[in-house]
Nanobody, 116 residues
Framework: QVQLVESGGGLVQAGGSLSVSCTAS????????MAWYRQAPGKQRELVAR???????NYADSVKGRFTISRDNAKNMVYLQMNSLKPEDTAVYYC??????????WGQGTQVTVSS
């Protein structure tokens, strides 16, 4: 099993920057892909960015060029740097880990609020 704990987030004005991080514990050697998802009120959870163990990253079109996902395998951490934030980026951001066994784990989420 894997446990995920997010940190960071908070309130920022539009155009500002914020970062969130996620620490994994447990069977971390089994983790393949790590990702950030977000869920805004009344909307479905959506993929923001994902990164493989080897460092290959993919982004949702809505955040390309503004957000950067990174990963430190030695520290079992994944980060999301968010720049040029917009009010529509307001959501609860969730850390996700996909294991080689195809098991899937979620963090508890952290709130990001962007004021206009």
């Amino acid at each position: 099993q894997v446990q995920l704990v997010e940190s960071g987030g908070g309130l920022v004005q539009a155009g500002g920057s914020l970062s969130v991080s996620c620490t994994a514990s447990g069977s971390t050697f089994s983790i393949d892909v790590m990702a950030w998802y977000r869920q805004a009120p009344g909307k479905q959870r959506e993929l923001v960015a994902r990164i493989t163990r080897g460092g290959r990253a993919n982004y949702a079109d809505s955040v390309k060029g503004r957000f950067t996902i990174s990963r430190d395998n030695a520290k079992n951490m994944v980060y999301l740097q968010m720049n040029s934030l917009k009010p529509e980026d307001t959501a609860v951001y969730y850390c996700n880990a996909n294991l080689w066994s195809l098991e899937n784990y979620w963090g508890q989420g952290t709130q990001v609020t962007v004021s206009s």
